[in-house]
């Protein structure tokens, strides 16, 4: 194997390819990154859970194969000096050129590595820029404790030219729906993908202008796989099992009170307020006609208390959340108005951005569960 690549182009590929080396691999070539020489340089890893695969341009000069640590390769082409790169094997050995740096990789058995999956068929295609922003809005309120699988993935809907992701760690629900171009009118899917490998792969895709998003029918091809691919970047995941929470039971159909308050401001307010809120304490938060009172800390503890203009429809309401998770869904909803509906206190309140025209409904939800006040 023989072959000559853009310096920026190998470190970028090679770092993509990376992320999905696994910490501790089950076995040890799982910790290899696999390149393949021919026409065009193609890099693979793959953990039996997720794969990554990227194709670029190189002068070929020796096709050929070889399989050398990953994360080595990785840190090794991001400080390669600004020059063309030479890649050659030698024996058991794998040689990279670059200026007057010379580097030698000992390579490992490339037949023990496994075959890739393949990919399941395209479904549909999406803009990678609003993909990446949706699952970014929604990951957050993805559980994190692995003894629950199922509730840290986002659950994937798609029906005709609609998809929905969801996802709850029980104390908030994100929900956010977006336009796709499927490749068939009727076409309709569910999937729950772990989460930080959508919101890992949904960042790294926007290269491209597009995401094309491919998913195994029942019984197909691809079965109990989702793939995604763009800008010669391809990557599958194995999907979780599980029922989801059957989430569109929990939002509210009706609301008794909204409020609306300027997102940064009410933002900066929260954190500097949450300063004094010891571990798991809530900011309270009194919305009266024209103003919303953030309150933290309680009698023999350290104080905070600030009042910001807010509009309010409905009663005046004292509702008190977790600082972190309000944050969270202040972060997300991407308008400068945000805008809370509550039923009661003690029962669960929306948080939404303004939607663009007045009637229609905002396509980002982030449901949040209130903490009961004492007293």
């Not at 030698?90 to 496994?114: H, I, N, Q, W």
């Not at 919303?292 to 009698?299: I, K, S, Y």
Request: glycine share 10%; hydrophobic share 40%; aromatic share 6%.
């Amino acid at each position: 194997m023989k072959f000559r690549i853009d310096r920026d182009a190998l470190a970028d590929a090679v770092a993509w390819t990376a992320r999905t080396l696994p910490v501790r691999p089950p076995v040890p070539v799982l910790a290899g990154m696999h390149i393949q020489a021919a026409d065009r340089l193609t890099l693979s890893a793959f953990d039996y859970e997720v794969s990554a695969q990227v194709a670029t341009d190189i002068d070929t000069e020796e096709p050929g194969t070889a399989l050398v640590s990953g994360r080595l390769l990785a840190e090794i082409s991001r400080s390669l000096p600004p020059q063309p790169v030479e890649v050659s094997t030698d024996g058991a050995k794998v040689m990279l050129r670059c200026g007057s740096a010379k580097f030698t990789l000992l390579t490992m058995p490339v037949e023990d590595y496994p075959t890739l999956p393949e990919m399941p068929p395209a479904a549909g295609a999406v803009g990678s820029d609003e993909f990446a922003a949706a699952v970014g809005q929604v990951a957050i309120a993805a559980g994190r404790d692995d003894t629950i699988p199922m509730l840290t993935g986002v659950r994937v809907e798609i029906e005709g030219e609609t998809v929905t992701l969801a996802s709850t760690d029980r104390y908030r629900l994100a929900v956010r729906e977006l336009h796709w171009k499927p490749e068939r009118p009727d076409f309709s899917a569910v999937a729950l993908v772990p989460a930080k490998t959508l919101a890992d792969t949904a960042k790294s895709l926007t290269a491209g202008a597009e995401v094309s998003i491919a998913l195994g029918g029942a019984g197909g091809s691809g079965e109990g796989m989702i793939g995604f691919a763009g800008g010669g970047r391809r990557t599958t995941s194995r999907l979780l099992d599980g029922d989801f929470v059957k989430y569109r039971s929990l939002l509210p159909s009706e609301y008794a009170g909204l409020a609306e308050v300027q997102t940064s401001p009410f933002i900066e307010a929260v954190k500097r307020v949450s300063l004094v809120a010891e571990r798991n304490t809530p900011v309270r938060l009194s919305f009266r006609q024209g103003e919303v009172v953030l309150e933290a800390g309680t009698g023999d503890e350290a104080q905070a208390v600030e009042a910001l203009e807010a509009t309010l429809e409905g009663e005046d309401i004292d509702i008190a959340f977790n600082p972190g998770f309000l944050l969270d869904g202040l972060s997300a909803i991407g308008s400068d108005v945000a805008r809370l509906s509550f039923t009661t206190p003690t029962k669960p309140a929306v948080l939404t951005g303004k939607p663009p025209e007045e009637g229609s409904d905002p396509n980002y939800r982030y449901l949040i569960m209130p903490v009961r006040l004492s007293g």
